[in-house]
Protein backbone atom coordinates (compact mmCIF):
# COMPACT_ATOMS: atom_id res chain seq x y z
CA UNK A 1 0.00 0.00 0.00
CA UNK A 2 1.19 3.42 -0.62
CA UNK A 3 -0.03 6.54 1.44
CA UNK A 4 -0.13 9.94 -0.17
CA UNK A 5 -0.30 13.15 1.67
CA UNK A 6 -0.52 16.71 -0.15
CA UNK A 7 0.65 19.91 1.30
CA UNK A 8 0.54 23.79 -0.20
CA UNK A 9 -1.82 24.71 -1.27
CA UNK A 10 -3.80 27.74 -0.37
CA UNK A 11 -5.11 31.13 -1.47
CA UNK A 12 -3.15 33.54 -3.86
CA UNK A 13 -3.98 36.24 -6.32
CA UNK A 14 -3.83 36.35 -10.04
CA UNK A 15 -0.09 35.93 -11.04
CA UNK A 16 0.67 34.74 -8.01
CA UNK A 17 2.58 31.11 -7.72
CA UNK A 18 1.89 28.31 -5.35
CA UNK A 19 4.05 25.38 -4.74
CA UNK A 20 2.16 22.32 -4.09
CA UNK A 21 4.07 18.80 -2.02
CA UNK A 22 3.43 15.47 -2.25
CA UNK A 23 4.67 12.92 0.11
CA UNK A 24 4.53 8.98 -0.42
CA UNK A 25 4.45 6.64 1.77
CA UNK A 26 4.28 2.85 2.56
CA UNK A 27 5.49 0.24 0.41
CA UNK A 28 7.37 1.99 -2.59
CA UNK A 29 10.19 2.25 -4.84
CA UNK A 30 12.00 4.43 -7.68
CA UNK A 31 9.84 2.95 -10.13
CA UNK A 32 6.45 4.58 -9.09
CA UNK A 33 5.16 7.15 -11.40
CA UNK A 34 3.71 10.16 -9.84
CA UNK A 35 1.61 13.53 -11.00
CA UNK A 36 -1.20 15.86 -10.32
CA UNK A 37 -4.85 16.07 -11.20
CA UNK A 38 -7.50 18.72 -9.80
CA UNK A 39 -11.19 19.06 -10.19
CA UNK A 40 -12.74 21.78 -9.68
CA UNK A 41 -16.55 22.37 -8.69
CA UNK A 42 -18.65 21.08 -11.39
CA UNK A 43 -16.02 19.67 -13.42
CA UNK A 44 -14.18 16.40 -14.10
CA UNK A 45 -11.09 15.72 -12.61
CA UNK A 46 -8.30 16.08 -14.53
CA UNK A 47 -4.71 15.49 -15.40
CA UNK A 48 -2.19 18.62 -14.52
CA UNK A 49 0.81 17.41 -14.80
CA UNK A 50 2.43 13.06 -14.62
CA UNK A 51 6.03 12.56 -13.80
CA UNK A 52 7.50 9.15 -14.82
CA UNK A 53 9.82 6.85 -12.87
CA UNK A 54 12.28 7.44 -15.31
CA UNK A 55 11.83 11.40 -15.51
CA UNK A 56 9.37 11.94 -18.21
CA UNK A 57 7.49 14.49 -18.15
CA UNK A 58 3.42 15.49 -19.45
CA UNK A 59 1.58 18.41 -18.98
CA UNK A 60 -1.96 19.71 -19.48
CA UNK A 61 -2.25 22.27 -22.29
CA UNK A 62 -3.60 24.88 -20.25
CA UNK A 63 -0.79 24.71 -17.61
CA UNK A 64 2.24 24.46 -19.85
CA UNK A 65 4.97 27.15 -19.51
CA UNK A 66 3.15 27.99 -16.10
CA UNK A 67 3.90 24.86 -13.75
CA UNK A 68 6.42 22.66 -13.42
CA UNK A 69 6.42 18.63 -12.03
CA UNK A 70 9.55 17.51 -10.22
CA UNK A 71 10.60 14.50 -7.69
CA UNK A 72 13.07 13.61 -5.54
CA UNK A 73 13.06 9.95 -5.86
CA UNK A 74 15.24 10.18 -2.14
CA UNK A 75 12.08 11.53 -0.17
CA UNK A 76 9.28 9.80 -2.05
CA UNK A 77 8.38 13.41 -2.64
CA UNK A 78 6.82 14.94 -5.92
CA UNK A 79 6.21 19.03 -6.36
CA UNK A 80 3.97 20.92 -8.16
CA UNK A 81 5.51 24.44 -9.13
CA UNK A 82 2.60 26.66 -10.26
CA UNK A 83 3.35 29.84 -11.81
CA UNK A 84 1.38 32.91 -13.54
CA UNK A 85 -1.87 31.42 -11.79
CA UNK A 86 -5.37 32.15 -13.29
CA UNK A 87 -8.46 32.25 -11.46
CA UNK A 88 -9.24 29.08 -13.66
CA UNK A 89 -6.64 27.26 -12.08
CA UNK A 90 -9.00 26.95 -8.92
CA UNK A 91 -9.34 23.31 -8.02
CA UNK A 92 -8.49 20.35 -5.54
CA UNK A 93 -5.44 19.42 -6.39
CA UNK A 94 -4.87 15.74 -6.16
CA UNK A 95 -1.48 13.88 -5.88
CA UNK A 96 -1.50 10.40 -8.00
CA UNK A 97 0.29 7.49 -7.93
CA UNK A 98 1.24 4.12 -9.30
CA UNK A 99 3.35 1.49 -11.22
CA UNK A 100 3.72 0.83 -14.84
CA UNK A 101 -0.17 1.75 -16.13
CA UNK A 102 -1.96 1.26 -12.60
CA UNK A 103 -2.41 4.68 -11.32
CA UNK A 104 -4.31 3.37 -8.45
CA UNK A 105 -3.25 5.51 -5.10
CA UNK A 106 -4.97 8.92 -4.65
CA UNK A 107 -4.33 11.71 -1.88
CA UNK A 108 -6.74 13.52 -0.11
CA UNK A 109 -6.34 16.37 -2.14
CA UNK A 110 -5.54 19.89 -1.51
CA UNK A 111 -7.40 23.38 -2.18
CA UNK A 112 -5.65 25.74 -4.44
CA UNK A 113 -7.86 29.02 -4.64
CA UNK A 114 -6.92 32.17 -7.61
CA UNK A 115 -9.01 34.98 -6.65
CA UNK A 116 -8.92 37.76 -9.34
Known amino acids: QVQLVESGGGLVQTGGSLRLSCAASGIIDSNINMGWYRQAPGKQRELVAI???????NYADSVKGRFTISRDNAKSTVNLQMNSLKPEDTAVYYC??????????WGQGTQVTVSS
Open 96 to 105: RAGYGSFWEY
Open 51 to 57: ITSGGRT
